[in-house]
């Protein structure tokens, strides 16, 4: 089968976010399944491509350019951060992935930078192929200016709140979830959160109509991680290597972290990890508010990553209160922050919400426990230990707060200095899984899509 998958990112080209490596690893597994793979992105901004890229066996880029456009890295930005370079920029990328999208046999695209492009299809008219719309993340919707509807080629009867009006502006994800053959996200779990207003980001009602009105349910498929890259038995970048038959290195990975970052070289101190985006989506400024009650468990705490200056400011205010035992560490590469898990005993994640979530997955790659909060794709992937003890991998908690955070830390602290930790650990290795079971659901979704037939296009 032709795919056509339609990104802003792709690892390892240009990579935004987590997204890049997603479309990739998905890419990379349906390749392997047999499928004809094109991911097509924007053309990178400063970066000179040839128009296809062979990705890897099964799987090619092509970067669309956009004459006279400047590439702006707003993709996750605040609304306004070079807003009207973006509306342009996005929408005639929509129009010229639009023009290439009949030649395959499924179109996906992921979030709203190409949620345009079904549809543009639709508004076409004429028979189309299906397609298929990935949330990875609600709160990312396109908002743009009425004019945005002139760049995508489209009159003002698409102005309206059943088409692409949004509170008076246009919003290019809205365009998708209306228009698109089957719409998906990235956990069972977050895409039942995503149908009620506390975490619908205003869109809910879409949702729901679209359920109503025939276009189907979302769909929710866990994300998986590169078991090649994220691979302790083989990783060049660690102290040594460790496995679930062998954990003796991650010992000494510890030791060599600890003393890379010039913290306290005790090794029998726990060693607690926060590893992401720095914003409250993420409950960073929860981990900021947790370091000193963390530090008097006994633990050493390292955080890592880039987002809201405010929040930064205050983890480094809060790490430097405890030199020896805490340290803000900015943004990592990709080889320290697997340092960084391989060294760790527990890796937090009060996320206020998850859809997905990848961290926690590489977390468990590396041995290193999941102290997190029960929501999204954090429910799917983890299994409290206290419910489960047989098969636990992780300590969940509910509130988003200080207090729960610190007792969820304690909880797993108390398991890590018990007789059941080496099984826990092992468990944890054991459990992180690949992208061959997601690339199979998304391989059955289009066999279903396909064999309906040609979806019909109309305005």
């Known amino acids: 089968m032709r795919l056509l998958h339609v990104a802003a990112e792709l690892a390892p080209i240009v990579r935004f976010g987590g997204i890049a490596d997603g479309v990739a690893g998905l890419a990379r597994a349906l390749a392997r399944l047999g499928h004809d793979v094109t991911v097509v992105i924007p053309a990178p901004p400063g970066i000179s491509l040839d128009p296809e890229i062979p990705i890897t066996p099964g799987v090619r880029a092509r970067v669309v350019t956009i004459p006279d456009v400047p590439a702006h890295l707003g993709i996750y930005g605040r609304e306004g951060d070079g807003e009207h370079d973006n509306a342009r920029r996005f929408a005639l990328f929509a ?58 080629g489209l009159g003002p009867s698409h102005f309206h709140p059943g088409a692409l009006e949004f509170h008076g502006r246009v919003n290019l994800l809205k365009a998708g979830l209306l228009a698109a053959d089957a ?20 869109l809910d009602g879409v949702l729901r109509a679209r359920a109503l009105q025939g276009g189907g349910s979302v769909l929710g498929i866990v994300n998986g991680i590169d078991l090649e890259a994220w691979d302790p038995t083989r990783d060049k970048a660690l102290a040594a290597p460790f496995s679930s038959d062998d954990l003796a290195g991650k010992a000494l990975c510890k030791r060599a972290f600890l003393a890379e970052t010039g913290l306290d070289p005790d090794a ?99 041995g290193a426990i999941p102290v997190a909060r029960r929501t999204g794709g954090l429910t799917d992937t983890l299994v409290d230990e206290a419910e489960h003890p047989s098969r636990g991998t992780a300590f969940l908690f509910d509130a988003p707060t200080v207090d729960a955070l610190v007792r969820a830390v304690r909880r797993a602290l108390e398991h890590l200095s018990g007789p059941e930790a080496a099984s826990l650990r092992r468990r944890v290795l054991e459990t992180s899984p690949g992208w061959d079971r997601p690339a199979s659901l998304y391989a059955h979704l289009y066999g279903r899509l396909s064999a309906s037939g040609t979806v019909p296009c109309s305005a």
Not at 111 to 120: E, I, M, S, T
């Open 268 to 366: 029998s101190r726990p060693l607690v990890a926060s590893l992401g985006r720095i914003v409250p989506q993420k409950g960073a400024d929860l981990v900021a508010a947790a370091i000193p009650a963390l530090c008097r468990t006994g633990a050493t705490i390292v955080v890592a990553g880039a987002g809201d200056e405010p929040l930064e400011h205050a983890l480094t205010t809060a790490a430097a209160a405890h030199p020896t035992h805490a340290r803000f560490l900015g943004p990592i590469p990709d080889t320290s922050a697997r340092r960084l898990l391989a060294a760790a005993d527990i890796l937090i994640m009060p996320s206020r919400f998850e859809p997905c979530g990848v961290v926690q997955l590489e977390a468990q790659r590396y």
């Open 95 to 152: 129009r010229a992935v639009s023009a290439m999208a009949r030649d395959f046999d499924i179109v996906h695209v992921h979030d709203w930078p190409g949620a345009a492009v079904p549809y543009l299809l639709r508004a076409a008219g004429g028979p189309g192929p299906p397609t298929v719309l990935t949330i990875h993340n609600l709160a990312f919707q396109g908002i743009f200016p009425p004019e945005t509807l002139a760049l995508l």
């Open 183 to 202: 719409v998906t996200t990235v956990s069972p779990t977050y895409a039942r959160e995503i149908l009620d207003p506390a975490y619908g980001e205003l």
